[in-house]
């Protein structure tokens, strides 16, 4: 038996404009760059730029402000047919136009420079392989691998994959044998270490390299071949016996590996120029003011094409008029773009101002630290800024995400600026960030003969008036990536030492 019933519930739902700016809201500087970017080409009822009436009373701006300097020229008292050579030549003023002035120019700061162009990582194997005098089959091996070097320098792939890569694009069918002995080939590259499977064989293809007179050479082999547990977990007096090496030996081959080999070979092929941040906002602190500045890219001018717009107007008042047919769809797709290009606007200016809001909000809350510089960060949470804001945590969190601030210390990840609180035993709190300095600090200046353990670390923070538990201690140290004392132990020798 079928039946009716009413049922009255309320629900939430987000409209399109507001799932579009949740999205904006996200992005960092670039990726908003290039999704407006995206947004000019799917729209062409957007334009970036002044739109014809603010450019026309920008030029007559400029045009009355250009007009009131040539009558203050022309009322100087300067004789033209009379000049100096030597202050034409020694002038600043460029004869094409422009200030030559040699000092330092705040404008250079925003203009974009031009960035070198870098070969990647998969580009410089790849040029190399043309040395190796490799058959078509083990051509297509090798390019295999290589696609599937991560950043670092390391094949983590299994063989079966690239194998079962190689069949499927390309309808060869090969063998795991057949991998092996190309990627020994592609191991032969440079840098030395490239394509290793793990850290042990990392090393050891490096080490493989070296001529073999190099000192401790034979030993750092024969440890990482054969002893490689004993050689992670420090186990100094177990390699000593087992290698048969004494004091100095294990210490030549330790240094050897420490500071001649490379752990992650594949980083240093990447330049730093293009591995660079773009700050969302810059905080500066001057005659006793806090000046905030969100960067130019997060706040673009964008209009509705004013062609467009005219367009739509016609399409119009040709309806209202009935003189002619209207053609229905231009008319229903203009007015698509047209309403998507104004929420597309809506929606980045809105996105401008909560992540102003934002950002005066930390600003106000860490004052002391735009100040003063580290040491002087205080403890807070997302809903110390909602807060402040009237705005639910949620939007607080995408505003920090992925988002940096230039400041006069240096530039910041904005979540650095949050952090738990920890009380002094005189009742100050002081941010979680601050005593994990501390434990660095206390860390660097330990005796490396005898590392302190997690608990002598917490007696010692209590002595600096941070009464925490041990396993908080513990905690903190694994965030710094500090290891445990065991692995901090230090070869002893004739006044020398020798990290492991």
Same mark, same amino acid.
């Given at each position: 038996? &079928?039946?009716?019933?009413?049922?009255?519930?309320?629900? #939430?739902?987000?409209?399109? $404009?507001? /799932?579009?700016? *949740?999205?904006?809201?996200q992005l960092n500087t670039l990726d908003l760059e290039q999704r407006i970017k995206d947004e000019l080409e799917e729209n062409p009822l957007l334009e970036e730029g002044l739109d014809d009436e603010e450019r026309r009373r920008e030029e007559e701006i400029e045009a009355n402000t250009s007009a009131e300097s040539e009558n203050e020229v022309e009322t100087e008292d300067v004789d033209d047919e009379e000049f100096d050579v030597e202050d034409l030549l020694n002038s600043s003023d460029d004869l094409y136009g422009y200030k030559a002035s040699p000092g330092y120019n705040e404008d250079d700061d925003d203009r974009e420079r031009p960035m070198p162009s870098a070969p990647?990582?998969?580009?410089?194997?790849?040029?190399? &392989?043309?040395?190796?005098?490799?058959?078509?089959?083990? #051509?297509?091996?090798?390019? $295999?691998? /290589?696609?599937? *070097?991560?950043?670092?320098?390391?094949?983590?792939?299994?063989?079966?994959?690239?194998?079962?890569?190689?069949?499927?694009?390309?309808?060869?069918?090969?063998?795991?044998?057949?991998?092996?002995?190309?990627?020994?080939?592609?191991?032969?590259?440079?840098?030395?270490?490239?394509?290793?499977?793990?850290?042990?064989?990392?090393?050891?293809?490096?080490?493989?390299?070296?001529?073999?007179?190099?000192?401790?050479?034979?030993?750092?082999?024969?440890?990482?071949?054969?002893?490689?547990?004993?050689?992670?977990?420090?186990?100094?007096?177990?390699?000593?016996?087992?290698?048969?090496?004494?004091?100095?030996?294990?210490?030549?081959?330790?240094e050897l590996i420490q500071n001649r080999l490379d752990p992650k070979p594949g980083e240093g092929t990447f330049s730093e120029e293009t591995n660079y941040i773009t700050p969302d906002f810059t905080v500066r602190y001057v005659d006793g003011e806090f000046i905030i500045t969100l960067n130019g890219r997060n706040a673009p001018d964008l209009h509705i094409s004013r062609h467009y717009r005219k367009m739509l107007e016609k399409l119009r008042a040709q309806k209202k008029k009935e003189t002619k047919e209207v053609d229905t769809d231009t008319k229903q797709f203009l007015k698509n773009k047209f309403d998507s290009a104004r929420w597309f606007i809506n929606s980045i200016n809105q996105r401008r101002h909560t992540m102003s809001l934002v950002m005066d909000a930390i600003v106000q809350l860490q004052e002391d630290f735009f100040r003063y510089g580290e040491g002087n960060l205080k403890p807070m949470i997302l809903q110390d800024v909602a807060d402040i804001i009237d705005m639910d945590i949620s939007t607080v969190s995408r505003v920090?995400?992925?988002?940096?601030?230039?400041?006069?210390?240096?530039?910041?990840?904005?979540?650095?600026?949050?952090?738990?609180?920890l009380e002094t035993v005189d009742g100050e709190e002081v941010s979680n960030k601050e005593?994990?300095?501390?434990?660095?600090?206390?860390?660097?200046?330990?005796?490396?003969?005898?590392?302190?353990?997690?608990?002598?670390?917490?007696?010692?923070?209590?002595?600096?008036?941070?009464?925490?538990?041990?396993?908080?201690?513990?905690?903190?140290?694994?965030?710094?990536?500090?290891?445990?004392?065991?692995?901090?132990?230090?070869?002893?020798l004739d006044d020398e030492t020798v990290e492991g």
């Open positions: 038996m &079928l039946e009716l019933h009413q049922k009255q519930e309320l629900q #939430q739902k987000l409209s399109p $404009q507001q /799932i579009q700016y *949740i999205k904006l809201l990647t990582l998969a580009e410089r194997l790849s040029d190399q &392989l043309s040395f190796l005098d490799l058959s078509d089959t083990d #051509q297509l091996i090798a390019e $295999q691998i /290589i696609g599937s *070097i991560d950043e670092d320098g390391y094949l983590r792939r299994p063989v079966e994959s690239i194998l079962d890569d190689i069949l499927f694009n390309h309808g060869v069918d090969l063998t795991e044998a057949d991998v092996e002995r190309v990627l020994r080939q592609v191991q032969s590259l440079d840098p030395a270490g490239i394509a290793a499977r793990d850290l042990q064989e990392c090393l050891l293809l490096q080490l493989y390299r070296m001529p073999e007179d190099v000192e401790g050479r034979a030993v750092a082999i024969e440890m990482l071949e054969r002893q490689y547990k004993a050689f992670t977990m420090k186990h100094f007096g177990k390699l000593k016996k087992r290698l048969d090496v004494d004091d100095r030996t294990l210490k030549t081959a330790f920090v995400n992925g988002k940096y601030v230039q400041t006069e210390f240096g530039v910041y990840e904005l979540k650095y600026f949050f952090s738990e609180g005593v994990k300095a501390i434990l660095q600090d206390i860390v660097d200046h330990e005796d490396k003969t005898d590392p302190m353990s997690d608990q002598s670390l917490a007696d010692a923070l209590e002595e600096k008036g941070f009464k925490i538990a041990r396993r908080t201690v513990s905690k903190y140290r694994k965030q710094l990536g500090i290891p445990v004392a065991r692995l901090r132990k230090e070869i002893v």
